[in-house]
């Protein structure tokens, strides 16, 4: 990996604490634009490096630095919105994947941003209801972690991924190539 796309992937880790700093605080998830940066950090850097990427926010925020929406710590992997942390790393390979190899057009941006955001709600509302479940002993546990923790975002994430499909289109000149067999 080149100095090029090191730099990418702390600027994509620090852009992922930054979208989680924009926040409009709903309980128990709030919503943030953390999202938009790791589907975006998949597109350009690729699905290794956009992983890298938000592995490395992840692990800034364990050892305490504050920089997921509720703080951060080790003591952040018990809290319900852990999971959607979790979901960013595999929704970052998701991307990157989905767009390995294509151009950025609308409908492909749109497609691989569609399927990113799906993998964060896939991770992070059973963890939720895992949650709500063993923490709070909620019965209506699964129900409750599908309408508090994906349905309320479902038309700010659908804005999210058209917004994407505008505008990755133009930022396509960001992207190079890796370096060596052609993977990132």
Not at 6 to 26: M, N, Q, R, W
Not at 48 to 58: D, K, L, N, P, T
Not at 72 to 93: H, I, K, S
Request: hydrophobic share 55%; glycine share 12%; aromatic share 10%.
């Amino acid at each position: 990996m080149d100095r090029y796309r090191f730099s990418l992937i702390a600027v994509f880790s620090a852009l992922t604490a930054a979208g989680a700093l924009i926040k409009i605080p709903l309980m128990p998830v709030p919503i943030t634009l953390q999202n938009l940066f790791v589907v975006m950090a998949g597109m350009l850097l690729g699905p290794r490096a956009g992983v890298m990427s938000q592995v490395i926010y992840i692990l800034i925020g364990l050892m305490g630095l504050p920089v997921f929406s509720g703080g951060g710590g080790p003591g952040y992997v018990l809290r319900p919105t852990f999971g959607y942390l979790l979901g960013f790393v595999a929704a970052a390979a998701v991307s990157g994947y989905v767009m390995q190899g294509r151009r950025f057009t609308v409908s492909t941006v749109l497609v691989a941003s569609c399927l990113s955001m799906l993998t964060v709600y896939l991770i992070g509302v059973p963890y939720l209801a895992g949650y709500f479940m063993l923490v709070l002993k909620k019965p209506d546990a699964v129900w409750l972690a599908v309408k508090t923790g994906m349905v309320v975002f479902l038309p700010g994430d659908a804005l999210k991924c058209v917004l994407l499909a505008m505008v990755m289109p133009k930022l396509q000149i960001f992207r190079k190539p890796p370096a060596g067999r052609g993977r990132s």
